[in-house]
């Protein structure tokens, strides 16, 4: 799997946020084998620097950042943010969030696909948290995005993929792009799901995060990606609505009188 | 003169940012910079001059989803 150009191994992308600890948070990603982490920006007190720790911590474990823009409801407070994180960060890469509705953290699609064309055109690699929504896919692929991330449910919501059929419409219609879930899965199964409708990788944070052990969840996810991704590539069977018998029917013995 | 970083209003002598993040302690921070709305690269930190009632935003990583 290719990011922008860059090979990737692991199909589990992890959030920082909302561990325990910065040792539990360490613990998970080394047990789900991540690569890739989305981190943030947030305001620095040049007293306490509450934020240089966690920059050594996530140094320190060596993996590729993907910062977001999370938070940002216009478009010029995400394309602000991404730039800052572009030199904080030393990457190209921007998790591209622009919300447009408070209860739901649903995208302002608008704002999204005009943000994401002020970045693609500056050398910015932009990974878009977006909607399912194929025409708004469409401009976001215009605007120079190489890789889409719709959401499954909303932001923490825990509830899976709500839209199956939507998912797999985007799939089928963008074969070459990476796509990635980002947003709402809850459990192992869910990730499991996205992957065997072919999706190339699921990206999560609270469900690991507030579990109750959340090592042994990381760990329960990469198990579930890892199976959702062979099952895609064995071929899934076509589902049905009628029963078809798997044991022959033929020779059954007839003993009913 | 008065300036208003991370959203509280300070009483700062500093001539560019570069001497406001001084004068405030991030010497040696990795931090990132706006202001009045529009990113400061580190480089252009030394030439950017202050005004009364400037907004500065200061910003450094933190955990994100």
Known sequence: ?257 | MKIIVNGVELELGAATLAGALEALDYAGAVVATALNGHFIAARARETTLLAEGDKIEIVAPRQGG
Not at chain 1, 156 to 184: C, E, Q, T, Y
């Open chain 1, 1 to 257: 799997m290719e990011f922008y150009g860059v090979e990737i191994a692991s199909r589990l992308l992890l959030g920082t946020a909302q561990y325990p600890s910065p040792a539990i948070l360490a613990d998970a990603v080394r047990a789900a084998e991540v690569e890739i982490v989305t981190v943030s920006l947030r305001r620095e007190s040049g007293r306490l620097r509450e934020g240089q720790d966690f920059w050594s911590l996530v140094r320190h474990l060596g993996l590729r950042v993907l910062p977001n823009t999370a938070g940002c409801h216009s478009v010029k407070e995400a394309v602000t943010t991404a730039q800052m994180a572009r030199e904080i960060f030393a990457t190209n890469w921007i998790k591209l969030e622009v919300i447009g509705e408070a209860d739901t953290l649903q995208p302002d699609v608008f704002g999204l696909v005009e943000a994401a064309r002020i970045l693609s055109e500056d050398g910015f690699a932009v990974f878009p948290y977006t909607t399912e929504d194929l025409v708004v896919a469409e401009r976001l692929v215009e605007a120079g995005c190489k890789v889409l991330m719709p959401w499954g449910a909303p932001i923490g919501s825990g509830k899976g993929l709500n839209n199956p059929f939507g998912l797999r419409a985007l799939r089928a219609h963008f074969p070459d792009i990476p796509l990635v879930v980002d947003a709402g899965i809850g459990l192992p199964s869910h990730a499991a799901g996205a992957m065997e409708l072919g999706y190339d990788a699921v990206l999560l944070n609270t469900a690991v995060a507030k579990a109750g052990d959340p090592v042994a969840m990381a760990r329960a996810f990469a198990g579930a990606v890892e199976a959702g991704r062979a099952a895609y590539l064995a071929g899934p069977m076509e589902a049905r609505d009628m029963a078809a018998p798997s044991t022959p029917v033929f020779g059954k013995p007839v003993l009913a009188r």
